[in-house]
Structure formats: C-alpha cells, structure tokens
C-alpha cells in the first residue's frame, strides 16, 4: 500500500480485523487514514484501476473462491488491473490455499484475461509460500 501512496496513487487498503488496521495504521503514518476496518466481500466503493493481491485468496477456504472471483470483477472498472503475487501449490490443507493454474483461470477469465505471468521471487515471502509465488497481471475485459 505504501508503494502506491507514495506514487501518488489514491489508495484504499482494507481488512476485517481491527488489529490489523491498527497495525497498518501504525507502520503506515501519514498514509495511515487510508486503511479502513472494511468486508471485502461487501466493499463497493468500485471500481478501481488497481486490486492488488498477495495472500488474500491463499487464506480464503476453496469454497468462497467463486465469490472472491466475482467481486473482484465488480471491483476493478473494465481495463483495469488485478494484479500480485498467486499461490500455485497442489496442497489439500490450508490455510493457505494453493491454488492451481487451470483453477485460477476457471475462476477469472469470464471477466479477466491473463496479460503477464512471471517466476518473479516474491520479496519478504514467508516460508510456507517461498518458491511457490507468481507475479501475475489479469486484465478486466471490457
């Protein structure tokens, strides 16, 4: 989230637990009053040209993938970005949730199209997701 404030760019960051936006808020600073206590699956203040992913969908149960999929799609305005860094693993446990790469397109390629796919190391990874991260760019069809 700082990268992209930093950059200018106007930025939302949510999660659900107060804790966490505390946290955020703290290491964040001046950029702190745009982290909010927010339910991404009931967030609507779209769209947006960016979503930026890393370790969000990984820690969803399989079962609500399709309702992240399509909120995603409300979220991000037709040719703009979900873009981050994916969890390919073949795991049958979690959290987290390996996903699988015919999986993650049956998921988004109703409203996404895969535009950069790369073995980029993803830095400050933890040890559960080392090796196992990919950089990838969808974008929202129009």
């Not at 760019?9 to 107060?18: E, H, Q, R, T, W």
């Not at 009053?33 to 967030?43: E, I, K, M, N």
Request: glycine share 6%.
């Amino acid at each position: 989230m700082r990268f992209f404030a930093e950059r200018g760019d106007d930025v939302l960051a949510v999660d659900f637990s107060d804790a966490a936006v505390e946290r955020a808020r703290n290491a964040l600073g001046r950029f702190a009053h745009r982290v909010r206590r927010a339910d991404f699956f009931t967030l609507d203040e779209a769209p947006f040209d960016l979503v930026y992913e890393r370790t969000f969908l990984c820690a969803l149960p399989r079962r609500v993938w399709p309702q992240w999929a399509e909120h995603i799609a409300r979220l991000v305005r037709p040719g703009g970005r979900l873009a981050g860094f994916f969890f390919f693993d073949d795991n049958e446990r979690g959290p987290p949730f390996g996903v699988a790469p015919a999986r993650l397109h049956e998921l988004l390629d109703r409203h996404f199209r895969l535009v950069e796919d790369a073995a980029i190391p993803a830095a400050e990874s933890v040890a559960v997701l080392a090796g196992k991260e990919r950089w990838q760019v969808w974008e929202r069809r129009l």
